[in-house]
């Protein structure tokens, strides 16, 4: 009989190993399609880095204007080597821009192809040393503040998600969700809340999860 249900069992197996491939494989497509869609419309802009805090942006472009960018924590970093002012930078955004207002653009793409070898951040000031930035100042990626006015005790590493945690804009329940963490992935941990919520880095800026999803060692 233990044979009998064996043969029973592995083609049931089998059926499910395809169905969760075949899903997968129909969730890439639909990604790639939604990315495609989106590359139609966009539009670019370049000009010169003045400020980035990983959630906001602001650069000045080749006619002099100052441009700040809102909506920057969930765009795509290409970067040869960081990012700090005084770097050229192109955006690739959707949205439109009027005269300097840009509440209605979602910038999708950063790239900077610059080499910042020696443009190191000075982790007292927040200074960037170097002629490119000077009198800019660098808020480095993962390192705002919680909207809430929670506490933060700073630390720097990484840690492993444990369980699937909603990714968060803030160190509470119930703020906006930026995203998704699954097990297995590897989190850069740059603060612990007093109540209990870690500051990350998430897709070059900061955001929180639940203490409980990610085991991490000072």
């Known amino acids: 009989m233990k044979k009998h249900r064996n043969l029973l069992f592995k083609p049931a197996l089998l059926t499910v190993l395809i169905l969760f491939t075949l899903t997968s494989c129909g969730k890439d497509d639909k990604k790639k399609a939604e990315e495609a869609e989106l590359d139609a419309v966009s539009a670019s802009l370049s000009g010169t880095l003045t400020s980035y805090t990983g959630s906001q942006l602001s650069l000045k472009t080749e006619e002099g204007e100052t441009l700040t960018f809102d909506n920057c924590s969930n765009a795509k970093l290409e970067l040869a080597n960081g990012i700090v002012p005084g770097n050229e930078v192109l955006l690739v955004y959707v949205g439109a821009i009027k005269d300097t207002d840009t509440s209605n653009v979602k910038v999708r793409k950063i790239i900077v ?8 951040p000075d982790k007292e000031d927040g200074v960037i040393s170097g002629s490119a930035a000077s009198g800019s100042t660098y808020s480095p990626a993962g390192e705002d503040e919680p909207a809430s006015g929670v506490e933060v005790e700073k630390t720097s590493g990484t840690g492993t998600i444990i369980g699937g945690v909603n990714v968060r804009s803030d160190a509470k329940s119930g703020s906006e969700i930026l995203g998704h963490l699954s097990a297995g992935d590897s989190v850069t941990v740059t603060g612990i809340c007093e109540n209990g919520w870690y500051r990350i880095v998430f897709e070059g800026g900061t955001a929180f ?6 085991e991490y060692e000072r």
Do not use: M, P, Q, S
């Open 113 to 120: 192809e610059e080499n910042n070898a020696g443009l190191i």
């Open 209 to 214: 999860i639940w203490k409980d999803y990610v």
